[in-house]
Every structure is written in C-alpha cells, then in structure tokens.
C-alpha cells in the first residue's frame, strides 16, 4: 500500500531557511534507512510558497494567484512517499522521522488511492 507522507510547512521552511547541518545529516540517515528498507518511492523538500502559485478553478475559468500564501500551517515544505503494508507500519517510519530538539512539527499520512489497471 503506498502513502503518501506530508511534511506541514512551518514560518522557517517558508522563510527559505535551510535545515541545521545535525538535522540534514539525521534526515540523510533516515532516507538511507528508507531505501534500505526498500519502501521509499519518492521524497522530496519543496521550495517555500513564495516560489510557487495556485490555479483556482471555477467552471472554464481559470484564475492563477502567485506565492506567496498565508498560513504556513496549511502549506506542505516536504513529502515522502512510501510503500508499506498497513497505515500501521507508515505511522511507524513516520515517529521515526527526525526533528530538531525543541522544535514543533506536523507530519500527515494518508493513503494514495489505488487505481486498478484498465
């Protein structure tokens, strides 16, 4: 089963701040394991909202609105996607995943919908 596993976005990731050094490396550690594993399909940090826009879709009409946007906490600095047995066993990688001591952080997991072969 594949989840996708959703870093929230904080005030430092929209800031464009970089990690600490301890915690690259720690996050380096952590993909290794993944991919040891063999259950990382993909996993990437993204570029604060700043950088990016939205299309908004009503009907025909389309409406792009640039970056930045409000609420941090709404937004997505990461993800991971992972291929697991049970939403059990992502919640297990997912407390496994390092942060700064002091630090407060959000991290969502959900299933991807599986989509038979046609």
């Known amino acids: 089963m594949r989840f996708m596993v959703m ?4 005030a430092r990731s929209e800031a464009g701040q970089p990690l ?7 996050m380096s550690r952590y993909n290794e394991e993944l991919v040891s594993a063999g259950v990382l399909l993909a996993g990437e940090g993204l570029k604060p909202s ?3 826009a939205r299309v ?4 025909a009409r389309r409406t792009v609105v640039d970056g930045p946007f409000a609420r941090a906490r709404d ?6 996607l ?11 990688w997912v407390e496994r995943i390092p942060c700064d001591p ?3 952080a959000e991290v969502e997991v959900r299933p ?7």
């Open 7 to 10: 870093v929230k976005a904080d």
């Open 20 to 26: 600490s050094a301890e915690l690259r490396v720690a």
């Open 50 to 52: 700043s950088c990016g």
């Open 56 to 59: 908004l879709f009503s009907g």
């Open 75 to 80: 937004l997505l600095a990461g993800f991971w």
């Open 82 to 92: 992972i291929d697991v047995k049970s939403l059990d066993e992502a919640i297990a």
């Open 102 to 104: 002091g630090s407060e």
């Open 112 to 118: 991807v919908t599986e989509t038979a072969c046609l």
